[in-house]
């Protein structure tokens, strides 16, 4: 498992610092006015759709009734499921891809209900409308990343995302090589969307094609029972996304606040991609032939999931929160970008990382219920807690601005963590093993003294900072990630944590 969770972070973190290059040169391009807000309002529909089509999403419901069909009927017979899903799902996602364009003033406007009567709706709707060729193409490039993994051909599906970043940020280049009009400018970068959706689907083509076939459009009684536990898997999957959805509806009501937020769950994004869409999407298959095999390999994979999930996402939670500000200016403070811009980012990306954990933890938690053929308890985790960050935004947002924002979205996150625990033991006895119980408060100890570490170093930063270029604080912000990478290293190893062995990839 450890050799496929590297494969798909590498890729995942490729992904993910070609993402930071293209929205650093989207903040310069853009800034976080009216037109940023209303790019990146509907740059959210594309990321929703992402997110509840792909890492590890829809991979949740196809791996376990793909080889459900195989072990049943042979490998024509799943070959042939294969293609009845990626036919019907082609189908139905370009008809979304089809009304949602007519619908598109509706749409936006609930979830951007601030930007009712200003012009910052019309550029949403116009920016969304020419995103949305992506959607179409992101349904037949959804089923073959599933079928890839399902075989363990985790490479292609690692690196196939990053073509849609490459081709933003080639657009994004020379957009600024030769400005124009900002409204112009979004408009370029939004049709962009759909020729990366292309790239995507080209590639994985190559490698996935012959792994479903003949293609068919059909609702036979096997593929609504797939649909059935699809659908709720995919919300469940797009849970981290769908919060800050929420937060973005309540957001729109504030100028630049949406950008604010955006800029800043990106930098969350980076773990949470690292780690937890990673174990998400190698974790289904390995939990998926542990519940098939009827011996303790379950429950031992689920607990390994968890100690791995909590041990890298809490000190990257102490480690953003802490470092929040020179983290954005050297990421984002250029161009259209300002100095206040980069200090409300850094209050919103401070409360945000307080909630990863929990986001990385639901992402190792889920698999165990989907490998159960049990999406529901996910499900229901992903609806309480977007009511928690609805109302919890709505009562911080008018005191608190932003950082109130973020604080909700982070305490959401933590109930739908409480749900999945509690539902996972009532229903499936879900409980880590011994190894787990007596490794998790150590971790937590190595992180809250690397936190402590990293606190006093930071202390003495404000007054080094000033002025400072941004290569100084890059220097700075690199040296106290090592030293924090060092000290929580070290700390592992003196409690037991881990031992030199363990790292080696089978």
Known sequence: MIRHVFTV??????????????????????G?????????AAFQIVNVARRLLSEGSLNAALVPAYWRVHDRDGMAAATAFAGRVLGTFSLALFAAAAVLGIVMPVALGLLAPGF?????????VDDARLMLPYLAFAGPVTVMMGLLNAHHRFALTAFAPILFNVAMIAAIIALLVRPGSAADAARIVAATVGIAGLLQLVMLATGGGRLAGPLRIGLDRELRGFLGKALPAMVAGASPQLLIVAGAIVASASPAAVSWLYFANRLIELPLGIVGVAMGTVLVPELTRAARSGDGAFAQTASRAVELAIGLALP???????????IV???????AFTAADSRATAYALAWLA??????????ALAPAFFARHDTSGPLAATV???????????????????????GAIAAAAWAGVIV?????????????????????????LAALAMGAALWLGVRTLPTQLGDASHPAIAAMLALAIVAGIVVYGALLALLGVVRPRDLRLP
């Open 384 to 406: 309480i807690a977007l009511a928690v960050a609805l109302l919890a935004a709505t009562w911080l947002a008018a005191p608190f601005g932003v950082a109130g924002i973020a």
């Open 420 to 444: 999945l625990l509690w539902r996972g033991r009532a229903r499936h006895g879900f409980a880590i093993d011994s190894d787990a119980r007596r490794r998790l408060p150590r971790i937590a």
């Open 329 to 335: 200016r050297v990421l984002f403070e250029h161009g």
């Open 116 to 124: 009712a009567g200003t012009p910052a709706l019309q550029m949403a």
């Open 32 to 40: 976080a006015g009216p037109v940023a807000d209303a790019f990146l």
């Open 9 to 30: 972070s590498t890729g995942t973190l490729a992904s993910r610092l070609l993402g930071f290059a293209r929205d650093a040169m989207v903040a310069a391009l853009l």
């Open 316 to 326: 990257a939670a102490l480690g953003l929160a802490l470092l929040s500000e020179p």
């Open 354 to 363: 307080l909630g990863l954990p929990a986001q990385v933890a639901t992402k």
